[in-house]
């Protein structure tokens, strides 16, 4: 599927826009990928005794894989709730600078911060990578529109998915649970590498990976944070380095 | 239990969902919408922050594979390593294809676990 060119009347209603950002679900691989995740993440709910409701909940409003799955895991092998929230933060800093950078990209001059609100909520991984690729596509005032018909797809594929992986719960195998947990760390990657335009994207993506299990070594509780910053720092000085050279 | 009661489970769990789920994800999105709509598009800041999310990205793909939770914790880790090679290995045979990496990475993993338990 291709969008509308950018001077085309398909643009002229925000309506038409949120329209076209549902149907670019269809036509992206993450869905699948956030598809069969969420079947993990429903069964794994089910599994550690969780009701629907609360996996549906947890799909619709924490919005973040690798977060839900910190989550259900933590409380089921009996974390107090303390211990949970600091794991689920952590691994949720990243979602700062997601939101810092995408949000530019659908400003325009008359947009209010609370125009925005919905738009940081649906930003999670898969919405950030799309939106790099998509938006360029897109007239800029019906950006906004645009990302809450893609965000609204995503998370309605995910509801129902986690819905479907809740009732398979007792039939998949161990194997399954495996595959499906390893989908988040290729996809994530693949995804990413796709998006690196310059060489200080490559560097932030190959270091960020390499000084993790560095970063681990510290066992600070907040090792993503000190690999990530130092990571992305000496990229961006390899930015500001070619762009001086 | 009626059906509803046992669609919504009990409160205390979805009161725990919200304190130590749902906070802990939105307080960062709404920093972010308050930090990030007054900055400019094209600002040497944001190149910074676009850096750190992609190498804060590439942390949480390397804890799945060195710390693997649940049921991938069952795979042994040579071959959670090789699968993501291999993966890689696609990805840049296939000019870039997410759909092959993945697929790739998935299938070595599952062969690996299949052959050595």
């Known amino acids: ?245 | 239990m009626s059906y509803v009661s046992e669609f919504f489970g009990d409160w205390h769990a979805l009161a725990i969902l919200l304190v130590a789920g749902v906070f802990p994800n939105q307080i960062w999105r709404m920093l972010g919408l308050w930090f990030g709509s007054g900055i400019d598009e094209g600002s040497e800041l944001l190149v910074w922050v676009r850096a750190v999310a992609t190498a804060v990205l590439a942390g949480v793909i390397a804890q799945i594979i060195v710390q693997p939770p649940g049921a991938l914790a069952s795979v042994p880790g040579v071959v959670r390593y090789a699968a993501l090679a291999a993966g890689c290995a696609a990805f840049f045979a296939t000019q870039r294809s997410i759909f092959a990496g993945v697929v790739c990475g998935e299938i070595v993993m599952l062969a690996g676990k299949w052959w050595l338990g």
């Open chain 1, 1 to 245: 599927m291709s969008l509308p060119a950018l001077d085309s009347p398909q643009w002229h209603s925000s309506l038409r826009a949120f329209a076209w950002g549902a149907r670019s679900v269809g036509s992206t691989v993450l869905t699948l990928v956030l598809f069969a995740t969420y079947i993990g993440i429903g069964a794994l709910a089910h599994d550690t005794h969780f009701s629907l409701a609360w996996a549906m909940a947890s799909t619709a409003f924490v919005w973040a894989g690798p977060a839900q799955i910190i989550l259900i895991t933590t409380l089921g092998s009996g974390a107090t709730v303390i211990q949970s929230a600091l794991a689920v933060t952590v691994s949720a800093i990243r979602l700062f600078p997601m939101v810092v950078s995408v949000l530019p990209m659908m400003r325009t001059p008359q947009t209010k911060r609370r125009h925005l609100i919905l738009v940081a909520h649906l930003t999670a991984v898969t919405l950030w990578v799309e939106c790099f690729r998509f938006l360029p596509q897109v007239p800029r005032d019906r950006r906004i529109a645009f990302i809450h018909g893609l965000g609204c797809g995503l998370i309605s594929v995910s509801l129902i998915s986690t819905t479907i992986g809740y009732n398979l719960a007792a039939n998949l195998s161990q194997m399954f649970g495996a595959a499906i947990l390893m989908l988040t760390p290729l996809a994530f990657l693949f995804s990413t590498a796709r998006n690196c335009r310059d060489i200080s994207d490559v560097v932030a993506l190959v270091l960020g990976l390499v000084l993790f299990p560095v970063a681990a070594l510290l066992n600070s509780g907040v090792d993503i944070l000190v690999s990530g910053v130092t990571a992305g720092t000496i990229a961006y000085g390899v930015h500001r380095w070619r762009v001086r050279a």
